[in-house]
């Protein structure tokens, strides 16, 4: 129970650190690629890749080819495997997922899922394609998983930059969707994680968001050019009242 708790509050939480570094304006290129460590205690315990695949023209509508892949580390695999690959179509315009697909390895579990999203009419038809059911999940707000928030926010980050911003959205989790909200707390200077052996590089200021409600989510958004994500930090309880810090932090950036 406790090896589990921790990876599904990972894979949430991975999702909230890409969540927020948009740029007004910005434009994606084909090749661009985030890669992160996901560490538990201290401890490296997997990475995820996030890529832009292609720009794409379907039925007419232009469209953004997404590409994820989280996976555990050798050693924890062991013990819990994550490996989980995702394919994202946003539209070009707007950066709203329309459609979702998932491979996925979590522990004993796998399987192939496909969500259609509904952006108009907040709706999401889950196909459990292994399995052969259908489902029908409604939401209250515009929908997105963890891939396609971090391409969202990065376009539109300067609609989000002054303190006390909020930010609302549904997240889409297995089998239902999730209302959650940040807040934008200020700035602050932290190590740079992808920092060059250059001394002027060592730290960089970034704007500072945190979830209105448990469990406390904190992350850190470069403020320069590119507003990339860099940095998550949420303490999570675990069984007996046990708690684990865990940090998200980005060391690799290929541009295109």
Request: proline share 4%; aromatic share 10%.
């Amino acid at each position: 129970m406790l090896k589990r708790t921790i990876f599904l509050i990972i894979i949430i939480t991975i999702f909230i650190q890409s969540s927020l570094s948009l740029l007004l304006g910005y434009e994606f290129k084909v090749g661009e690629t985030l890669t992160y460590n996901i560490y538990a205690a201290g401890l490296k315990v997997g990475y995820q890749i996030i890529e832009v695949k292609g720009i794409k023209n379907i039925n007419g509508r232009k469209v953004i080819e997404l590409k994820g892949h989280s996976k555990s580390a050798p050693f924890v695999s062991l013990l819990y495997r994550l490996n989980d690959k995702w394919r994202i179509l946003v539209d070009a315009e707007s950066l709203k997922p329309i459609r979702i697909e998932k491979d996925m390895v979590e522990g004993k579990k796998s399987g192939f899922i496909i969500y259609e999203i509904d952006q108009e009419n907040l709706k999401v038809i889950m196909t459990d394609v292994t399995n052969n059911r259908v489902k029908e999940i409604k939401a209250k707000n515009p929908v997105f998983d963890f891939i396609s928030m971090v391409y969202k926010f990065r376009r539109d980050a300067a609609l989000y930059s002054d303190i006390g911003k909020r930010i609302t959205f549904d997240f889409l989790e297995p089998e239902k969707t999730r209302t959650v909200s940040f807040i934008n707390v200020g700035e602050s200077l932290i190590p740079n994680p992808i920092s060059s052996k250059n001394k002027r590089n060592r730290t960089v200021r970034t704007i500072v968001y945190k979830q209105t409600k448990k469990p406390w989510i904190i992350f850190y958004v470069d403020s320069n050019e590119g507003h990339l994500p860099l940095k998550m930090e949420v303490e999570a309880k675990l069984a007996n009242a046990l708690k684990i810090q865990i940090e998200v932090e980005l060391k690799k950036y290929k541009p295109h």
